[in-house]
């Protein structure tokens, strides 16, 4: 077991800042190590709910209903989830919900496990084949504007957003230790 | 063990004997103020032969996403009933989310599960529910603890108190006849039902 602080680094703080500030209520997500510091602060936070999902296409629906009823939901994911969305991603177009997904990529830099590249090949065509909108993150210091405007775009435009935040941007998974 | 054409080799308890559009009927008129998802197929040409009303999102696809969603819009509206109408095979499809809406405990949302032991949509085949699977008994192991099979109207009364009072969440699995009735077609477009919901809830289109 490791005894090692980790502190989350400052983007990751701006992504929950943004989502707080947007008025981002219900969070459903499924675990990533690249979003465990913005679960944490949900978590923390008495006006938002982070709602962990067995599966993310539960995520999909959960966030409609979530606009049924009158509040904003951001998904939280990985790269490997989106495949499971899919034909749960036909509620927002048919209905034309708004959606933000927050997605962290696997399978594309210094990916150790193979498992991870094929869908991780495949994400952005599979969300755009379903009529949602990608932008991309690859910098620190650009993740504060792109997560703003993804979130207007979703609430005030009316779109469907997924934003992927590349995994150079992350960094290496550590093999070597246990968590 | 069955030996119909469609049986698989699961255990086959008998048919419900509940009439469905009836008991979905009197289910709702007692359950006047409940905000309604219905999952695809049959259960959504239920509530919509009880009668619509804005209040009513019948889903047409999402197949496996009804209760999840309501639980979106339960956490939304905690002072609201809100009511899954759906059938076994969609939430066989959505088992997963039995866990996730029993960690989560929302007072306000019960699911209502029109089992009739069969895919009534494409042939009647039989589902995982005629073959040993009790989604009653899933939903009280995800930590739902109200959650019990329904075999006979008497129990209407009692359950529709349950969902009004909001003091816990529940399923309720009820065991329907397996008629092949008459389809009765709710609307099917979706940015109509998504826009006349949050308007009788008070709020804008977007």
């Known amino acids: 077991m490791s005894n090692t602080v980790i502190t989350a680094p400052a983007w990751q703080d701006d992504i929950f800042n943004v989502l707080k500030r947007g008025g981002i209520k219900q969070v459903p997500y499924v675990p990533d190590a690249g979003h465990a510091h913005v679960i944490r602060r949900i978590h923390a936070d008495p006006d938002m709910r982070g709602v962990v999902m067995t599966t993310e296409e539960e995520g999909v629906a959960m966030a409609c209903g979530a606009w049924l009823g009158g509040q904003r939901a ?23 919900f708004p959606f933000l997904a927050l997605i962290t990529m696997r399978g594309e830099w210094a990916e150790f496990n193979p498992w991870q590249g094929p869908m991780g090949r495949a994400t952005q065509q599979s969300m755009e084949m379903m009529g949602i909108t990608v932008l991309r993150v690859s910098k620190p210091e650009e993740v504060l504007e792109t997560v703003s405007a ?30 | 063990m069955s030996t119909a054409p469609n049986a698989g080799p699961g255990a086959a308890p008998k048919p419900g004997t509940i009439e469905r559009r009836s008991f979905v009927a009197k289910l709702l008129a007692a359950c006047p103020q409940a905000l309604v998802v219905t999952g695809l197929g049959s259960p959504a040409y239920d509530v919509f032969a009880a009668g619509d009303r804005d209040e009513n999102f019948y889903l047409w696809g ?6 999840v969603m309501a639980l979106g819009i339960a956490i939304a ?25 029993g960690a989560q405990q929302p007072n306000n949302l019960s699911i209502v599960v029109l089992d009739n032991g069969l895919y009534g949509e494409t042939g009647a085949q ?81």
């Open chain 2, 62 to 67: 999402a197949m496996g996403g009804a209760a």
């Open chain 1, 150 to 179: 993804g979130l207007d775009a979703a609430f005030e435009g009316g779109e469907a957003i997924a934003i992927l935040l590349s995994q150079s941007l992350i960094g290496r998974k550590k093999w070597g230790e246990t968590k």
């Open chain 1, 74 to 96: 951001a998904m939280l994911m990985q790269s490997s989830g989106v495949g499971n969305c899919v034909n749960m991603f036909s509620l927002i177009e048919n209905c034309r």
């Open chain 2, 126 to 206: 039989r589902s995982h529910t005629s073959q040993g699977t009790s989604l009653a008994a899933v939903a009280r192991a995800c930590g739902i603890a109200d959650a019990a099979e329904v075999t006979d109207l008497g129990a209407l009364d009692a359950l529709a108190m349950r969902i009004n009072a909001r003091a816990g969440c529940l399923l309720a699995q009820v065991r329907v006849r397996p008629d092949d009735l008459p389809r009765v077609l709710p609307p099917r477009d979706g940015t109509y039902l998504k826009n006349r919901f949050r308007a009788v809830l008070g709020m804008a289109s977007m």
């Open chain 2, 77 to 101: 509206q905690p002072t609201r009933s809100v009511l899954v109408i759906t059938g076994d095979g969609e939430q066989l499809m959505g088992m997963g989310a039995l866990a996730t809406i």
